[in-house]
T-cell receptor, first 112, second 116 residues
Framework: DVKVTQSSRYLVKRTGEKVFLECVQDMDHENMFWYRQDPGLGLRLIYFSYDVKMKEKGDIPEGYSVSREKKERFSLILESASTNQTSMYLC???????????FGSGTRLTVV | AQSVTQLDSQVPVFEEAPVELRCNYSSSVSVYLFWYVQYPNQGLQLLLKYLSGSTLVKGINGFEAEFNKSQTSFHLRKPSVHISDTAEYFCAVRRGDGGSQGNLIFGKGTKLSVKP
């Protein structure tokens, strides 16, 4: 089974800081996704990537960027963290022929 | 474009009672359908999926779901719930005509609370 690892379970950052959220999957496969989850809003897609150095905006990309230098690693970047980015962030992997996604355990980010 | 509606944001139920969590989707193309479960402070775990074939799909932990194309529904059921089923449940849809490409679209979730 694919394993998706997010580097931190809990993070507290200050407003204006640059924040990196890391996600690593142990299969040399293509599709990776970043979601944020907020009460009453479900999961909303921030960015996704189908290959190295490829990225596509999801539904709520504002205030975020991503980096995919290697297939197994997909990083979410908050250029200047704001309090409204306090949320649970979930990384997911969906390989070719793997019709659903495998999720990481999530990072709960608090911006103060 | 696809969309998913989970009709109940919260469902309280007593232990050993049956439960149904409702999910409706809209799509002009064929779809794949999924239910995920999220236990407190954890990521999402796949419960079951419908890709094709039999409309009744069985998943883990005694859950099942029925795909109804005419009603555009994919309701999740369990005949007898346990305290340990307390979690949030998400329905999701994906285009079925593009191979495994196409992003998952999620509903807003249903919180199942099982009381003793």
């Amino acid at each position: 089974d694919v394993k998706v690892t997010q580097s931190s379970r809990y993070l507290v950052k200050r407003t204006g800081e640059k924040v990196f959220l890391e996600c690593v999957q142990d299969m040399d496969h293509e599709n990776m996704f970043w979601y944020r989850q907020d009460p009453g809003l479900g999961l909303r897609l921030i960015y996704f990537s189908y290959d190295v150095k490829m990225k596509e905006k999801g539904d709520i990309p504002e205030g975020y960027s991503v980096s995919r230098e290697k297939k197994e690693r997909f990083s979410l970047i908050l250029e200047s963290a704001s309090t409204n980015q306090t949320s649970m962030y979930l990384c997911a992997w969906g390989g070719q022929g793997h019709y659903g996604y495998t999720f990481g355990s999530g990072t709960r980010l608090t911006v103060v | 474009a696809q969309s998913v509606t989970q009709l109940d944001s919260q469902v309280p139920v007593f232990e050993e009672a049956p439960v149904e969590l409702r999910c409706n989707y809209s799509s002009s193309v064929s779809v794949y359908l999924f239910w995920y479960v999220q236990y407190p402070n954890q990521g999402l775990q796949l419960l079951l999926k419908y890709l094709s074939g039999s409309t009744l799909v069985k998943g883990i932990n005694g859950f099942e779901a029925e795909f109804n194309k005419s009603q555009t529904s994919f309701h999740l059921r369990k005949p007898s719930v346990h305290i340990s089923d307390t979690a949030e449940y998400f329905c999701a849809v994906r285009r079925g005509d593009g191979g495994s490409q196409g992003n998952l679209i999620f509903g807003k979730g249903t919180k199942l609370s099982v009381k003793p």
